[in-house]
């Protein structure tokens, strides 16, 4: 059996241990190398938690994923890659770098474009940062995503099993860059310029919108590079960095009811 073919029969099985393994991972190793202080962390974890399960509801029923139109687009012949007949390591390669640039993408136009920055706020309304927060998001953020997304794909006639194994790498990273850890210095000076980490991500969670703007990838950081939206260090050192968005603050930003009908709102 080939890479291509036990990925595309057992990515999916993965995907859900790698979440739900790492999540339970990383809240254990948040209290035993916690980044910064948090405090009570029970109204945020069950607000979190409960965007998380919408999402996967969601996620679930969508009819349409990135996966499947890359083998529709496959099995028609359709997209530059499938036309090019790249060899095998140049199709990986160039895959995993356009599907990078697929997430470093719709994730700018979330921020650049108001009625979508409205749904991605739920996201950065989070006050703290830790694993609770990975898929903290409106539950209709995925569909408005997935439009962009799948031009994209089909576009570039990307490899369906390079996507899965992009997807198994997203799950590992967006759970690693979202908890609350303590990397050794010199290890993650390193190590944010080849995936995402916890500090470089905190960054993009920054209440300062320079910071906010900054450092959108989701696995590799190689577009934010690219494009000049890298930001190595924060303003304000990482234990004492301002989280979340200052126009809310209060009760609000962790209530479920207040943030599923939040995009209806200016703020």
């Known amino acids: 059996m080939t890479v291509s073919t036990w990925l595309t029969a057992h990515g999916e099985d993965l995907q859900v241990l790698l979440f739900f393994g790492g999540l339970a991972v990383l809240a254990v190793a948040e209290r ?4 910064r202080a948090t405090g009570d962390r029970r109204r945020r974890w069950l607000t979190n938690y409960a965007l998380t399960a919408l999402n996967l509801v969601v996620l679930m029923a969508l009819p349409v994923t990135l996966i499947g139109s890359a083998a529709w ?3 028609r012949g359709w997209g530059l890659f499938n036309r090019l007949a790249l060899p095998a390591g140049v199709a990986v390669v160039a895959t995993l770098l356009v599907r990078a640039f697929v997430s ?3 994730h700018w136009l979330m921020h650049k474009v108001p009625v979508l920055w409205r749904f991605h706020r739920v996201h950065h309304l989070d006050t703290e940062l830790d694993v609770s927060t990975t898929v903290r ?3 209709l953020e995925s569909v408005l995503a997935l439009g962009p997304g799948v031009a994209l794909v089909v576009a570039f006639g990307l490899s369906p099993w390079v996507l899965i194994g992009y997807e198994l790498l997203d799950v590992a990273v967006t759970l690693f860059s979202h908890a609350n850890l303590r990397l050794p210095p010199a290890v993650d000076r390193v190590l944010r310029y080849l995936i995402v980490t916890p500090d470089l991500h905190r960054i993009h969670h920054s209440s300062w919108q320079p910071e906010t703007d900054s450092n959108f990838g989701a ?8 494009f000049c939206t890298f930001r190595s260090e924060p303003r304000t050192p990482h234990p004492r960095m301002t989280l979340g968005l200052d ?4 009760p609000e930003a962790q209530s479920l009811r207040w943030l599923l009908a939040s995009p209806r709102r200016s703020v």
């Open 104 to 106: 470093f993408a719709t």
């Open 32 to 35: 035993l190398a916690p980044r």
């Open 73 to 75: 687009a496959q099995d």
């Open 219 to 226: 696995v590799f950081p190689i577009w934010d590079l690219v």
């Open 137 to 139: 998001f409106h539950p």
């Open 247 to 250: 126009e809310v603050r209060g």
